[in-house]
């Protein structure tokens, strides 16, 4: 994403020096003294990097990435250079590396990735992780090289409609290229687990997300906004159709509620869909576009009446283990990847009807206490010091020459048959890009 520390119980083990004091007589100062355990280096390719500012990757990045240092791992984080953004060399001990990428949506993550992974052949380390089945493609560059990685496949993108036909074609065979050459495979959520052994044969590592925990805030910081504590409801989220963004704000729209919606969130290369968006607005909401401040993000979390979590293709999602670590009262898009996460600690809806009476309900305030308390607990299931053994790991595994994640067997049926009536569909593109 029990979750993240009991799907990965079989590969957690103990690593532990134990340091013994005692005096040093002169005669065996000529003894040659026993080395001090190395843990293995590891390069985290594929997201923007660190400091974490965009979505769950680099969250993930900087949660586990800090964690792997403190058991003494050498960690590389490469991240994407950014106009007038500072470049660090070191962060929470980790190094960094930055590396340019071509800035056009359909190929940023893939040069970024490609620039970073022909770093990682000039200077090798024991093993990669790579984020994003997308970047499959690179894989035989570490392969090639000796150097096993591990992809990160996150959700299952290929539905997102934001990607065309093309894209979607590109994802679908990306996904079966990190199955053929990935060393071993991480899901985040069962539900994407299942996904690749029904579809491909393939096993995978199952490692959530953690939920942060989320002291309690003042909500201070709301004032400036003009929010009252306990009176708003909030959605974060970027702006793309399989975050169902718009038909929360039609289902609020079309609601009675009297606290005002208050929407955090933009989308770089999405102007229609951001229009759409607004035009489906009222005066009753509040966009506040992306933001980075902490201190305020969990004040909105904490202290919002609820929070409409519209997120569908992508997995576990941070933003919801957040607003759950918050104790918000979560209101989730119906799929199987909120109800593996929220269980029975938050609501779910369908459609824009389903979420206009909820909100008026939540309103009256006979869920908040019930509802606040249980999303809590469940967020205590979802500890990013299990997550990041997990990942450590992995990363001994992958260095000591071990394949995690095998196959399972022969592909079934139901996957020979997907992709049967896939390939017609790329043979009809590609005669139509002949004409």
């Known amino acids: 994403m029990t979750h993240a520390v009991q799907d990965a119980s079989p590969l957690i083990q103990e690593h532990r020096d134990v340091e013994r004091s005692r005096t040093v007589e002169p005669a065996a100062l000529a003894q040659p003294q026993p080395q001090p355990h190395r843990r293995a280096s590891v390069a985290l390719v594929g997201t923007r990097g660190v400091p974490a500012r965009y979505g769950g990757f680099e969250t993930c990045v900087e949660e ?23 470049e660090l060399t070191e962060y929470e001990g980790m190094r960094l590396v930055y590396r340019r990428a071509v800035r056009r949506r359909v190929l940023e993550t893939l040069t970024h990735t ?30 090639s090289a000796g150097i096993p990685v591990a992809v990160h496949v996150d959700g299952l993108e290929w539905r997102r409609g934001k990607w065309g036909l093309i894209g979607q074609l590109y994802y679908r065979v990306a996904e079966s290229l990190a199955v053929r050459w990935a060393n071993a495979l991480i899901s985040d959520a069962k539900g994407i687990a299942s996904y690749y052994a029904e579809e491909f044969g393939r096993d995978s590592i199952h490692l959530a997300y953690g939920a942060p925990e989320v002291a309690p805030t003042s909500g201070d910081s709301l004032e400036r906004l003009g929010l009252t504590p306990g009176r708003f409801h909030l959605v974060v989220a970027r702006f793309e159709p399989e975050n169902h963004v718009r038909e929360i704000i039609e289902g609020y729209t079309a609601s009675a509620a009297e606290f005002p919606l208050v929407v955090v969130g933009s989308a770089p290369y999405a102007a ?108 205590d299931t979802y500890s990013w010091d299990g997550v990041s053994q997990g990942y450590a790991d992995l990363v001994e595994e992958l260095a000591q020459g071990r394949h995690v994640a095998p196959r399972l067997g022969l592909r079934s049926r139901r996957r020979r048959s997907k992709w049967s009536h896939e390939r017609r569909l790329l043979n009809l593109l590609l005669a139509a890009l002949r004409r």
């Open 114 to 143: 490609l620039a970073s992974l022909l770093h990682v052949r000039r200077h090798r380390v024991d093993s990669v992780i790579v984020f994003n089945a997308a970047n499959s493609i690179w894989l035989p560059l570490v392969r």
């Open 272 to 379: 229609e869909y951001t229009q759409q968006i607004h035009d489906a607005a009222d005066d009753r909401t509040l966009f506040l576009g992306s933001v980075w401040d902490q201190e305020l993000l969990n004040d909105l979390y904490q202290h919002s009446a609820s929070y409409l979590h519209g997120h569908s293709v992508g997995g576990t999602n941070p933003s919801l283990l957040r607003a759950m670590g918050a104790g918000a009262v979560c209101v989730a898009y119906d799929v199987v990847f909120n109800r593996e996460v929220l269980a029975d600690s938050g609501l779910f809806f369908t459609a824009p009807s389903d979420l206009a009476l909820t909100l008026q309900r939540i309103e009256k305030g006979d869920l908040a206490g019930t509802l606040r308390t249980a999303a809590r607990r469940r967020a």
């Open 64 to 86: 586990v990435g800090k964690r792997l240092v403190q058991q003494g791992f050498e960690v590389t984080v490469y991240c994407r250079r950014s106009p007038g953004e500072p």
